[in-house]
């Protein structure tokens, strides 16, 4: 059969970037400001400047469009591999720390926490979204350092994870977000941890 004369497919609207940052960037600052509960996709809508079909095309509710945003605080979040657990994991806490900054990650967190403590949807986004990725970086990056021999065989690499996180977690909470000092404060962390855990330790 020919098809010529056939109309060609039409295809949907491509989705615009700049709508899909805008959506994000909302939908953070309301979490931020109102927190979960209070979160409405028309607030979103509103807050955003777009058409609520703009956000349904893209995430079918409200979960999905937080798990969306939360998923944002951790892009570009990767495991450095420099051959040192040192610089691995100084660049590590940089790299956290500039996502914080450009995404508002560190005031997002506290509020998340809080709600999720009895919120089982949200905390189930906010473990798998926020939590999980930076545990699974830090994770990649002991776990090398213990091949390469500068953490012991032995060694408890979740129990590492929470020694290295759970202070600099504590401070953003204490702090209301504020990530002053938090370079300096994991460098002195990693020391103390080491002088526990590296190979010329007492086992």
Do not use: C
């Not at 109309?7 to 970037?17: E, F, L």
């Not at 909302?26 to 400047?49: F, N, S």
């Not at 506290?110 to 970086?137: C, G, K, Q, T, W």
């Not at 929470?162 to 938090?182: M, N």
């Amino acid at each position: 059969m020919s098809t010529q004369g056939a109309p060609a497919a039409r295809r949907g609207r491509p989705r615009s970037a700049k709508a899909e940052r805008a959506i994000v960037q909302a939908t953070l600052e309301l979490l931020v400001e109102d927190g979960y509960r209070a979160l409405t996709v028309e607030r979103v809508r509103e807050r955003a400047g777009v058409g609520k079909a703009t956000i349904y095309r893209r995430w079918g509710s409200k979960e999905e469009l937080v798990k969306a945003a939360v998923a944002h605080l951790h892009a570009d979040l990767t495991a450095p591999d420099t051959g040192s657990l040192r610089k691995d994991f100084a660049e590590l806490a940089a790299g956290n720390l500039a996502i914080a900054h450009e995404t508002r990650a560190a005031s997002v967190m506290p509020r998340l926490m809080s709600e999720s403590v009895d919120e089982p949807e949200l905390h189930a986004i906010f473990y798998a979204n926020l939590v999980e990725p930076r545990r699974r970086a830090l994770r990649t990056v002991l776990e090398r350092a213990r091949d390469r021999g500068e953490v012991r065989d032995n060694a408890d690499l979740e129990l590492l994870v929470d020694a290295l996180a759970g202070p600099v977690v504590y401070r953003l909470i204490i702090s209301g977000g504020d990530t002053g000092g938090l370079e300096d404060m994991s460098a002195r962390l990693l020391e103390m941890v080491l002088a526990g855990v590296g190979p010329w330790s007492a086992s």
